[in-house]
Structures are given as structure tokens and as C-alpha cells.
């Protein structure tokens, strides 16, 4: 049996018309294509359950009308700290069962965000609670599956 593996076609950036880019679950390889960040009117962007690879590149952030973002489920690294920025449109994030080993700080940079998944990842340490009372509309966080260290921090009462 031959199993047929891919990459994201280079050229993806000049689709500049697309809102939503669903690839999940189809044997994806190698880094994920910066040129997603040149999709202007991106909304929705699913990777998840692929083999993808490296680094999540700070083109990512770069669509502000992205409300969705599902891109668990692959060995992604974390993202370039000075270069990721906040996603002013962001809402529902899985970066569940990746490599990461930090909670990003562009997290904090993303006011509507009511849905974060970190699960399954290589987070070591105490729970990163000053990113996260920083968000207001925040209603479901998964954290397990890592290697959070110390005690629960009580602020996260105040994640309502």
C-alpha cells in the first residue's frame, strides 16, 4: 500500500479571494506555507490532524478577519514570539497535540477570544495566568495533557 503525502501547494497566497481553507485530516507533511498569510479575507483556517511540521510561522497572524482557527492535531513548534501578532478577530483556537512548549503570548493580543485549546502539548511550568485574565469573552480552556507545575492560580476564578 502506498500512502501519498503533500505538502501546501505553493502559490496558496495568491487565492487572495478565499475566506475559508479547509485541509484537515489529508496526510499534510512539511511546514505549513507562509503564503496563507497573504489571504486577506481568510476567516477559517483548518490543518488539524495532518503530519505538518516546524515552526507555526508568524504569517499566520497576518489574516485579522480569521475567526477560526483549528490547527492541533500535527508536530507545529511555537511560533516566532516577536514577529506572531494578535488576531484581532480570533475566536476559537486548537493548538492541541503539537510540540509547543510555551502558552504564546499572542494569546493575550486576542480580545474575542471565547474557545483556546493547548492540550496535549510539551507546556512546562506554572499556568500562565497573567495571558490569560486578560481575557474577557475567554468560556472554555483546555489545558490538559501537559506539564503545568505548582498550584492552581486562584485568578482563574476569575475566568468566568
Known amino acids: 500500500m502506498i500512502i501519498r503525502v503533500g505538502s501546501i501547494p505553493a502559490g496558496i497566497g495568491n487565492a487572495t479571494k478565499l ?3 479547509y485541509l484537515g485530516s489529508n496526510n499534510l507533511t512539511n511546514s505549513i506555507n507562509p503564503e496563507i498569510g497573504n489571504l486577506s ?5 483548518r490543518l488539524y490532524n495532518n503530519s505538518l511540521t516546524g515552526q507555526i510561522p508568524y ?4 489574516p485579522q478577519k480569521v475567526w477560526l482557527l483549528r490547527i492541533g492535531a500535527n508536530n507545529l513548534e511555537d511560533p516566532d514570539r516577536n514577529q506572531f501578532k494578535g488576531m484581532s478577530s480570533l475566536t476559537y483556537l486548537w493548538l492541541d497535540y503539537n510540540l509547543l ?6 494569546v493575550a493580543e486576542c480580545p474575542k477570544l471565547k474557545f483556546l485549546d493547548l492540550s ?3 507546556i512546562i511550568g506554572q499556568i500562565p495566568i497573567q495571558l ?7 468560556e472554555y480552556l483546555n489545558l490538559t495533557m501537559n506539564s503545568f507545575e505548582g498550584l492552581i492560580p486562584t485568578e482563574i476564578r476569575s475566568l468566568s
Not at 512548549?101 to 499572542?106: K, R
Open 19 to 21: 475566506t475559508f481553507l
Open 41 to 45: 479575507e481568510l476567516q477559517v483556517l
Open 59 to 62: 504569517q499566520l497572524s497576518n
Open 120 to 122: 496535549g502539548n510539551l
Open 101 to 106: 512548549e510555551n502558552v504564546s503570548s499572542f
Open 132 to 138: 490569560l485574565t486578560r481575557q474577557e469573552n475567554l
